[in-house]
């Protein structure tokens, strides 16, 4: 069957680290692996985007990594703030934004001061 | 640019009753609109995709005939949850893309949250 998993459901950080959430999925062939953020009561807003093609990709303090033999995606998010704590959602899709984005469970980050 | 607005944010019926909540993309034409259901601690789920001017497609397990999606224009699509019940409490966003913006992305409103008595 078809999975998307975020590696967990919380992840507590000191203020200044760098965190790293996981996203790993199964039986899927993604065109695009895209992350989200997503702040309690509200809806999801887009971070970044990296095709299949793509290794690596940087704004600012986020950095995405894509492996597709592992199936694996990896976020960072260096240099960490207490205003960075939100859930951060990786989301799949087959080919461009007209397409259907498939959602992982999401990760709850805590930017500790 | 990019943005999506969703109107009511927060809505509370009694069971039976039919609720319309929309969803409007303000500075871009979007040319699909997805509409996507979150239940508390789980992640977004696809109810329906529309494309101006044409039925929505529903997925697999979402009733047509409960969920009515309208998108009669460029910037506007319309979810009625009819005669509501305490089980169809949720969180629904929509979901917007247009071939005007950033076209491998979709821009996502601020949900609306319904709440069935």
């Known amino acids: 069957s078809q999975k998307i998993e975020q590696n967990s459901e919380a992840l507590n950080i000191q203020e200044g680290k760098t965190a790293t959430l996981t996203c790993n999925y199964t039986n899927y062939s993604p065109a695009y692996l ?11 807003v887009f971070l970044l ?4 093609n793509e290794k690596e990709k940087r704004k600012e303090r986020l950095k995405v990594t ?3 033999t592992l199936k694996q995606s990896l976020f960072h998010i260096t240099a960490s703030q207490p205003a960075d704590s939100a859930t951060y959602l990786c989301a799949l899709s087959l080919g461009t934004g ?3 984005l498939f959602f992982g469970t999401g990760t709850r980050l805590t930017v500790i001061p | 640019g990019a943005v999506v607005s969703q109107h009511p944010s927060r809505v509370i019926c ?3 009753t039919s609720v319309k909540i929309e969803c409007r993309s303000l ?7 997805f509409w996507y259901r979150q239940f508390p601690k789980q992640s977004l789920m696809l109810m329906a995709t529309s494309n101006e001017g044409s039925k929505a497609t529903y997925e697999q397990g979402v009733e047509k005939d ?3 999606i309208n998108h009669a224009s460029l910037t506007l699509s319309t979810l009625t949850v009819t005669s509501a019940h305490p089980e169809d409490s949720s969180f629904y966003i929509c979901s917007a893309f247009g071939t005007s913006w950033n076209q491998e992305t979709q821009y996502f409103g601020p949900g609306t949250r319904l709440l069935v008595l």
């Open chain 2, 66 to 68: 409960k969920f009515l």
């Open chain 2, 14 to 16: 009694k069971s039976g």
């Open chain 1, 66 to 68: 894509f492996d597709t």
């Open chain 1, 98 to 100: 007209a397409n259907n």
């Open chain 2, 27 to 33: 500075d871009f034409q979007a040319t699909t609109m």
């Open chain 1, 34 to 44: 895209q992350w989200y953020r997503q702040d309690p009561g509200r809806g999801p």
């Open chain 1, 49 to 52: 985007l990296i095709r299949e």
